[in-house]
């Protein structure tokens, strides 16, 4: 049997390291060891000051602890839960699940009409490039959004799949090497597809004769209304201000100083683009991200706002009218949506492409972010070293106590030898999450499309976990190309 394939024509598999549950202490948390610590402390207050009775008295004390400590909800254990609950109920107190957008009170100029920590950031219009950048006084960062054009990977041969993820690679270590990156976004899209790529088809190839054929097929070109979907990509840069606060003050200070050396980081990020065979279509201004922001809270009007150009494209307007938050939805102008975690990457090895079931999911509307948090050589170097001193120290006090040693705590040291080893070889590190946003018009078909997705992802060998108690924070990070975090 003869083997047709050549070196550099066959795809290479790839292996994600696991997420990470080791402890501080014997496979415990710092949560879990502080409820373990009171139960013990109750315990033995109990049973050295008044015997069987007293430890009967103080049972629940140490009972709840012990408790929170070792029952697991939702694959995590109950002590973990705790700040989420009280998060919710501080919220709850608060009001703040609720926003409405005042009409008639005029917003300070410059800030974008968007509900919560959000409400505090900033548009700032380049002159040099016009690009939009979004600030965020409190991060500190500086974000601008790019436009991305590509052909359908899937279709492509396998050695031109090989070649495009090592293109791909290479784009993510030079977000690493300068040091001064503090999150990159990639965010692919689903959109009702409004027709206008037909209407400009007719503009250009139609026959404009005034006869009764061409004027009725203008007509119905005009009144068709969105059909099908259509995906868009945008990659977000957030500049990081405090660990570039030298170059800044070098180009003058302030936003001005932070745009100039951002502009620096944008042209590395073009080049290396453009060498991985994707398009940049150019850095968004303000009207392209007000019909971002617009389209992702009310996807009703995505398409009206996509066919005429000139409305809907202030920032200053751009945000919900109303948006309410539940335990595990949000409801905003016209639509539900859900946030899903993807909590676990494929464990085996799969080849490029694995997220196709999610990425190519048809009549449903969902948005898929990647956020990378890039980590400089020295710092990405120091964790590793002190992952590994916590994995031999661990291994070490299991063994010295005669608890068996668990496969996948082996495997979570194999995988910071495999870092340690790329790092070595001189690829970068990075943090990275993925999130997806699924929108429906109501309830119930946004749990249908839920479960859809859910089917999608254990295709692409993947687990996700619906995130609860944070849905208006998870749906900015997934949904918004603002590079938030949560």
């Given at each position: 049997?003869?083997?047709?394939?050549?070196?550099?024509?066959?795809?290479?598999?790839v292996?994600?390291?696991?997420?990470?549950?080791?402890?501080?202490?014997?496979g415990?948390?710092?949560?879990?060891?502080?409820?373990?610590?009171?139960?013990?402390?109750?315990?033995?207050?109990?049973?050295?000051?008044?015997g069987g009775?007293?430890?009967a008295?103080?049972?629940?004390?140490?009972?709840?602890?012990?408790?929170?400590?070792?029952?697991?909800?939702?694959?995590?254990?109950?002590?973990?839960?705790?700040p989420?609950?009280?998060?919710?109920?501080?919220?709850?107190?608060?009001?703040?699940?609720?926003?409405?957008?005042?009409?008639?009170?005029?917003?300070?100029?410059?800030?974008?009409?968007l509900?919560?920590?959000m409400?505090?950031l900033?548009?700032y219009?380049?002159?040099?490039?016009?690009?939009?950048?979004?600030?965020?006084?409190?991060?500190?960062?500086?974000?601008?959004i790019?436009?991305?054009?590509?052909?359908?990977?899937?279709?492509?041969?396998?050695?031109?799949?090989?070649?495009?993820?090592?293109?791909?690679?290479?784009?993510?270590?030079?977000?690493?090497?300068?040091?001064?990156i503090?999150?990159?976004?990639?965010?692919?899209?689903?959109?009702?597809?409004?027709?206008?790529?037909?209407?400009?088809?007719?503009?250009?190839?139609?026959?404009?004769?005034?006869?009764?054929?061409?004027?009725?097929?203008a007509?119905?070109?005009?009144?068709?209304?969105?059909?099908g979907e259509?995906?868009?990509?945008?990659?977000?840069?957030?500049l990081?201000?405090?660990?570039?606060?030298?170059?800044?003050?070098?180009?003058?200070g302030?936003?001005?100083?932070?745009?100039?050396v951002?502009?620096?980081?944008?042209?590395?990020?073009?080049?290396?683009?453009?060498?991985?065979?994707?398009?940049?279509?150019?850095?968004l201004?303000?009207?392209?991200?007000?019909?971002?922001?617009?389209?992702?809270?009310?996807?009703?009007?995505?398409?009206a706002?996509?066919?005429?150009?000139?409305?809907?494209?202030?920032l200053?307007?751009a945000?919900?009218?109303?948006?309410?938050?539940?335990?595990g939805?949000?409801?905003?102008?016209?639509?539900?949506?859900?946030?899903?975690?993807?909590?676990e990457?494929?464990?085996?090895?799969?080849?490029p492409?694995?997220?196709?079931?999610?990425?190519?999911?048809?009549?449903?509307?969902?948005?898929?972010?990647l956020i990378?948090?890039?980590?400089?050589?020295?710092?990405?170097?120091?964790?590793?070293?002190?992952?590994?001193?916590?994995?031999?120290?661990?291994?070490?006090?299991r063994?010295?106590?005669?608890?068996?040693?668990?496969?996948?705590?082996?495997?979570?040291?194999?995988?910071?030898?495999q870092?340690?080893?790329?790092?070595?070889?001189g690829?970068g590190?990075?943090?990275?999450?993925g999130?997806?946003?699924?929108?429906?018009?109501?309830?119930?078909?946004?749990?249908?499309?839920?479960?859809?997705?859910?089917?999608?992802?254990?295709?692409a060998?993947c687990?996700?976990?619906?995130l609860?108690?944070?849905?208006?924070?998870?749906?900015?990070?997934?949904?918004?190309?603002?590079?938030?975090?949560?």
């Amino acid at each position: 049997m003869s083997n047709d394939n050549t070196p550099g024509t066959e795809l290479v598999p790839v292996k994600f390291s696991r997420l990470t549950r080791r402890g501080v202490l014997l496979g415990l948390s710092v949560s879990q060891l502080i409820t373990l610590g009171i139960a013990l402390g109750a315990v033995v207050f109990a049973v050295y000051s008044g015997g069987g009775m007293l430890l009967a008295y103080t049972a629940p004390i140490w009972v709840t602890c012990l408790a929170l400590t070792w029952i697991p909800v939702g694959g995590r254990p109950l002590v973990e839960w705790l700040p989420v609950g009280f998060w919710w109920l501080w919220k709850t107190t608060g009001g703040q699940f609720l926003y409405r957008r005042r009409i008639v009170k005029p917003r300070p100029e410059g800030t974008l009409a968007l509900p919560g920590d959000m409400a505090r950031l900033r548009e700032y219009t380049d002159p040099t490039s016009g690009a939009c950048m979004i600030h965020d006084p409190h991060g500190p960062t500086l974000t601008v959004i790019c436009e991305v054009t590509h052909p359908a990977f899937i279709l492509l041969d396998p050695g031109e799949q090989e070649r495009r993820v090592t293109a791909w690679g290479r784009v993510l270590a030079t977000a690493c090497r300068s040091g001064r990156i503090a999150t990159l976004q990639v965010l692919e899209r689903t959109l009702p597809d409004s027709g206008t790529g037909l209407a400009e088809w007719w503009a250009e190839h139609g026959t404009h004769d005034h006869t009764w054929a061409a004027t009725t097929y203008a007509e119905l070109i005009e009144r068709a209304g969105p059909a099908g979907e259509r995906h868009a990509t945008t990659i977000s840069l957030s500049l990081d201000m405090r660990s570039a606060a030298r170059q800044i003050k070098t180009a003058g200070g302030g936003i001005k100083g932070a745009a100039a050396v951002l502009r620096q980081e944008m042209a590395t990020l073009t080049t290396a683009l453009r060498s991985a065979d994707l398009h940049p279509s150019g850095w968004l201004t303000a009207g392209d991200v007000a019909v971002i922001l617009r389209s992702a809270y009310d996807p009703a009007v995505a398409s009206a706002l996509e066919r005429h150009g000139t409305i809907g494209r202030e920032l200053a307007t751009a945000g919900p009218v109303a948006v309410t938050e539940t335990w595990g939805n949000l409801r905003t102008d016209s639509a539900y949506h859900a946030v899903l975690w993807i909590s676990e990457w494929p464990r085996s090895l799969v080849y490029p492409g694995f997220l196709a079931p999610v990425a190519l999911s048809s009549g449903i509307q969902r948005s898929l972010s990647l956020i990378y948090t890039p980590l400089r050589s020295d710092v990405a170097a120091k964790d590793i070293r002190k992952k590994k001193v916590e994995y031999i120290s661990d291994f070490n006090q299991r063994a010295r106590i005669g608890q068996i040693e668990d496969a996948s705590q082996t495997a979570e040291y194999h995988d910071v030898l495999q870092q340690e080893s790329e790092l070595t070889a001189g690829h970068g590190v990075l943090r990275y999450s993925g999130l997806i946003a699924v929108t429906a018009p109501t309830e119930t078909e946004l749990e249908s499309a839920i479960a859809a997705i859910e089917q999608a992802a254990i295709q692409a060998s993947c687990e996700t976990r619906r995130l609860v108690g944070q849905q208006a924070q998870a749906f900015t990070a997934a949904a918004l190309p603002l590079t938030r975090t949560i």
